[in-house]
């Protein structure tokens, strides 16, 4: 009998001193940082400019020529991290901010405006609508804007089904024709 009692005095004093040691100090995630691995999450404004631009299209599968298209837009959740889990978004391991969209075969039907929210992001340099239906409408000269923009994907604008008219002066933008690549 002694022994049960000096039993349940020892779990009861080390209970004491489990919650004493968890609960008093604040419990703090101790994560080994590694470049390769870690992921940083986009900045707020970004991913609400992604999800506004995702808003102002309709998913269409006749939007896509691509068999193997699929709505990229539909992984954007507003809970879930941009730079980790929305298909077609690249972003600054570092900074977080967004490097790269590939909206290619997306099945996006609408029309792009020079009030896109897509040109509210800051640092991308690489930009692929390619493979959507934009109703013919043409890429706003704010596209321009995008100092940092080296690449867009477009439908080639001599094919007679042609999506999306792109002009442009700028000569730092290197527009790639999806049906080259």
Not at 36 to 59: G, P, R
Not at 69 to 98: F, N, Q
Not at 116 to 139: E, G, M, R, W
């Amino acid at each position: 009998m002694k022994f049960l009692w000096h039993l349940a005095l020892s779990l009861h004093f080390l209970l004491f001193f489990h919650h004493l040691l968890f609960s008093s100090f604040p419990v703090t995630n101790c994560v080994t940082l590694n470049h390769s691995t870690t992921k940083t999450e986009c900045h707020e404004d970004e991913s609400n400019a992604l999800l506004k631009f995702k808003e102002s299209f309709v998913i269409s599968k006749s939007a896509s020529q691509n068999p193997f298209s699929y709505p990229k837009t539909a992984s954007w959740i507003p809970t879930t991290g941009c730079c980790s889990s929305w298909h077609g978004v690249e972003c600054d391991k570092l900074t977080g901010y967004v490097t790269g969209v590939d909206l290619s075969s997306s099945q996006l039907y609408g029309s792009m405006d020079s009030n896109s929210t897509l040109f509210s992001l800051v640092h991308p340099q690489s930009l692929d609508l390619s493979d959507n239906n934009f109703n013919h409408s043409q890429v706003p000269a704010r596209i321009g804007e995008l100092s940092q923009l080296s690449y867009i994907g477009v439908d080639d604008p001599d094919d007679p089904i042609n999506h999306l008219n792109f002009e442009t002066q700028d000569n730092h933008i290197q527009i790639l024709n999806s049906k080259l690549n």
